[in-house]
């Protein structure tokens, strides 16, 4: 797999952003990637050193559609996040914007 | 706060440029509560409302709108301080032009503003002597008696010709050239006999008839009457008298008294109405006398005149002949018609009268400033209770009803009382007949 494919995107939210004060940087990842996979990609992407990887997969969320006399459900893409702790000293920026600090 | 430092340049006497340097702190500081103000309705997933760090705020919605708000905070309050730091009175909003920050010049506010002229005030007291008042006269006692007695007349039938005074029951159709016209039909109409009621020489035709009797009444409209297809035409009036009617008068007595005032007698009556004379010849005095103290100012004071004042007086005079047109039922551009002016015309007709009342206003303003006179809490009490009452509605109303426009009821009030000083001044000196200091 291509590193681009593994790592989907950053988590750009209040609690990925109160991580990257302890060299912690959430992102989006492909369901199926293991943390091999992605740390080796968000080596070659961001020219980090990575110390240690979490994942967790999330489930989609269930959703309800109520529109006229058709009641249908449905359920949001599951997903992986991955929480990557980079090297002290080391960070990630995005467009020359870093993303994950305040 | 920061001092701001800023410069005054004249352009004209009542006009003046500011220029008003903005620190970068100041700007800052003002951006930064902005965008406090702005991410608390910002709405991006992943973050609370209020809770949007900056950085993703601007990448979100761009820099400028911070900017402009932060704009929209500092500007008018760094106009209010250069205005009370150069001590101007402006009498309009500003023309304001922001200059942004280049070569390390910090960002500066440009603003043209119409500004209150320096009067020197020259003498203002005692500028008019009162009239001696007059004594209210028999005659005028009578004669507003007579016309008292005119409003509870009777009218009683009488057998004889009718003479001018007297009130007939006639019917017409007139006709011009033989065809009748519109609204020259009446039947059973009653009227007064007067030569002014009517066209020329209709009164006159129909004076010395008896009831019972028919004519033909020539009458010729004036050149100038309002229906112009009538205007300076002959016209004749078939009229058929029905009755005549004369004009009794009530019996001036204690009766009479009592039903018209409620007073007990005659002597009462004419104490009351003596009374009521005097004070409304009382106050035309004094209305003659502030006139007249108004025109000495205005010939001894000249300065310069706010344009943008006397523009707005103009547009409020403009606006009063609107409404006048409106009430009268004709449209504007009718009415322009009819006084053969265009609204340019009319507004330079206005010119002279606008300046003179701004001239006027400025002067009573510097006057009023001069000898300290102010509106007090309860002043602007007895105000508001007038206009209750004028409005029928609770005075607390009415004092919500104009918000920020108390300022200007306030300076009405100034206005008034300090011409009521004036007055004053004036009567006294005339009462010491020496020149007050």
Redesign the interface.
């Given at each position: 797999m291509d590193a681009r494919d593994v790592i989907i995107s950053p988590?750009?939210?209040?609690k990925?952003?109160a991580g990257a004060l302890t060299q912690q940087y959430s992102f989006v990842v492909h369901p199926h990637a293991t943390k091999t996979q992605i740390r080796h990609a968000i080596e070659e992407i961001f020219k980090v050193n990575v110390i240690k990887i979490n994942t967790v997969n999330v489930g989609g969320k269930k959703r309800n559609f109520a529109r006229s006399a058709k009641r249908t459900s449905g359920k949001q893409s599951d997903w992986k996040k991955a929480i990557v702790t980079l090297k002290a000293g080391q960070k990630i920026e995005l467009g020359g914007?870093n993303?994950f600090e305040? | 706060m920061h001092p701001l430092s800023s410069t005054v340049q004249k352009l004209g006497p009542t006009e003046v440029e500011l220029q008003i340097r903005l620190s970068q702190e100041e700007i800052s500081s003002a951006e930064e509560r902005a965008f406090k103000k702005l991410s608390r309705n910002a709405k991006v997933p992943g973050f609370r409302p209020g809770k949007l760090p900056r950085k993703i705020f601007e990448q979100q919605y761009g820099t400028s709108i911070i900017n402009s708000r932060a704009m929209e905070e500092v500007v008018p309050d760094a106009y209010r301080r250069a205005i009370r730091e150069h001590n101007l009175e402006p009498v309009e909003r500003p023309q304001m032009e922001l200059v942004p920050a280049e070569d390390g010049n910090p960002v500066t506010i440009k603003a043209k503003v119409s500004v209150r002229p320096t009067i020197s005030l020259g003498e203002y007291r005692g500028l008019a002597t009162p009239a001696e008042p007059q004594a209210i006269s028999d005659q005028e006692v009578e004669r507003s008696l007579r016309a008292l007695a005119h409003e509870r007349a009777t009218l009683v039938p009488v057998d004889r010709p009718a003479k001018v005074g007297d009130y007939v029951v006639v019917d017409y159709v007139g006709s011009i050239d033989g065809v009748p016209f519109d609204g020259g039909k009446a039947e059973g109409q009653t009227t007064e006999l007067s030569e002014d009621r009517f066209i020329p020489g209709f009164a006159r035709g129909i004076t010395g008839m008896s009831s019972g009797q028919s004519k033909d009444v020539h009458a010729h409209f004036p050149p100038d009457y309002s229906k112009q297809e009538l205007a300076d035409k002959k016209a004749i009036f078939a009229v058929t008298l029905h009755e005549v009617k004369e004009v009794e008068l009530p019996p001036i007595d204690d009766e009479f008294a009592k039903a018209v005032s409620g007073s007990e007698s005659v002597w009462a009556l004419k104490d009351d109405i003596r009374r009521r004379l005097a004070a409304v010849a009382r106050s035309k005095a004094r209305k003659a006398l502030g006139d007249q103290i108004m025109d000495k100012l205005l010939e001894t004071h000249e300065f310069a005149l706010p344009t943008a004042m006397v523009d707005r007086e103009i547009e409020s005079m403009l606006g009063d002949a609107r409404s006048f047109a409106g009430r009268m039922g004709v449209g504007w551009d009718d009415y322009l018609n009819s006084i053969h002016k265009t609204e340019a015309e009319l507004r330079a007709d206005f010119r002279p009268d606008a300046e003179k009342r701004v001239k006027g206003t400025l002067l009573i303003e510097a006057i009023g400033k001069a000898e300290n006179i102010h509106a007090t809490p309860a002043d602007v009490a007895a105000e508001l209770q007038s206009l209750a009452e004028q409005y029928g509605q609770p005075s607390d109303r009415i004092r919500q009803a104009l918000g920020n426009n108390v300022l200007s009821l306030m300076d009405g009030i100034v206005r008034s009382k300090t011409m009521d000083w004036l007055i004053e001044q004036s009567e006294v000196g005339a009462a010491t007949s020496a020149p007050v200091e």
């Open positions: 988590r750009i939210t209040e990925a952003m914007v993303y305040q | -």
